[in-house]
Nanobody, 128 residues
Framework: QVQLVESGGGLVQAGGSLRLSCVASGQTASISAMAWFRQAPGKEREFGAVIRWSTGSTYYADSVKGRFTISRDNTKNTVYLQMNNLKPEDMAVYYC?????????????????????WGKGTLVTVSS
């Protein structure tokens, strides 16, 4: 099992930036990928970004591409999400997720079903 704890959420004005962090513990040696998903009020959870744990290669949803950057620090078992130029539509609870499944193509890990562990989420509020 992998346990995940997110931090870094908060209130920011539109156009501002935030950096989310997610620390993994437990069976971290088995992690193949980590990702950020988000869920806005009244909407389904949606994919944001994923990173291959071994190489650091990344894949983004079109809605965040060019504004958000996912990165990881293997030595700290931590994944980050740098969010720039935030928009009101980015307001949501952001969830960190980890997968222990082997995979070949990174974009296939954009599905919730590909993840094995989830954090409890951190709220990002964007004021207009």
């Amino acid at each position: 099992q992998v346990q995940l704890v997110e931090s870094g959420g908060g209130l920011v004005q539109a156009g501002g930036s935030l950096r989310l962090s997610c620390v993994a513990s437990g069976q971290t040696a088995s992690i193949s990928a980590m990702a950020w998903f988000r869920q806005a009020p009244g909407k389904e959870r949606e994919f944001g970004a994923v990173i291959r744990w071994s190489t650091g290669s990344t894949y983004y949803a079109d809605s965040v591409k060019g504004r958000f950057t996912i990165s990881r620090d293997n030595t700290k078992n931590t994944v980050y999400l740098q969010m720039n130029n935030l928009k009101p539509e980015d307001m949501a609870v952001y969830y960190c997720a980890a997968s222990r499944k082997p995979f070949a193509i990174l974009r296939t890990m954009s599905q919730s079903s590909g993840m094995d562990s989830w954090g409890k989420g951190t709220l990002v509020t964007v004021s207009s």
